[in-house]
Nanobody, 124 residues
Framework: QVQLAESGGDSVQAGGSLRLSCTASGQIPRRLSMGWFRQAPGKEREGVAAFYGGGLSTFHADSVKGRFTISQDNAKNTVYLEMNSLKVEDTAMYYC?????????????????WGQGTQVTVSS
């Protein structure tokens, strides 16, 4: 089992920045893909960014390209989501996800483990 702990969510004004962190613990597979999803009220869960294919490839959704960047610290089993130029439409609960066999990074079903979520609220 893998446990995921997220942190970093907050309320910010449009144009601001946040950094989310997600640390994996427990029985971590040798090659673990990790990523971020978000879900706004009344909307489907959306893949935002991920390291997949065992962590060898990266994915960023079109809606966040140029503004969000995923990074990782393998020694700490941690992934980060640096979010800049935040928009009101980025408001959502952000979830960290992990899986051992992720081939489609923005497909939630590919991921076996999920964190509890951290709230990001962007106001105008």
């Amino acid at each position: 089992q893998v446990q995921l702990a997220e942190s970093g969510g907050d309320s910010v004004q449009a144009g601001g920045s946040l950094r989310l962190s997600c640390t994996a613990s427990g029985q971590i597979p040798r090659r673990l893909s990790m990523g971020w999803f978000r879900q706004a009220p009344g909307k489907e869960r959306e893949g935002v960014a991920a390291f997949y294919g065992g962590g060898l490839s990266t994915f960023h959704a079109d809606s966040v390209k140029g503004r969000f960047t995923i990074s990782q610290d393998n020694a700490k089993n941690t992934v980060y989501l640096e979010m800049n130029s935040l928009k009101v439409e980025d408001t959502a609960m952000y979830y960290c996800a992990a899986g051992s066999m992720v081939a489609v990074p923005d497909l939630a079903l590919e991921y076996n483990y999920w964190g509890q979520g951290t709230q990001v609220t962007v106001s105008s």
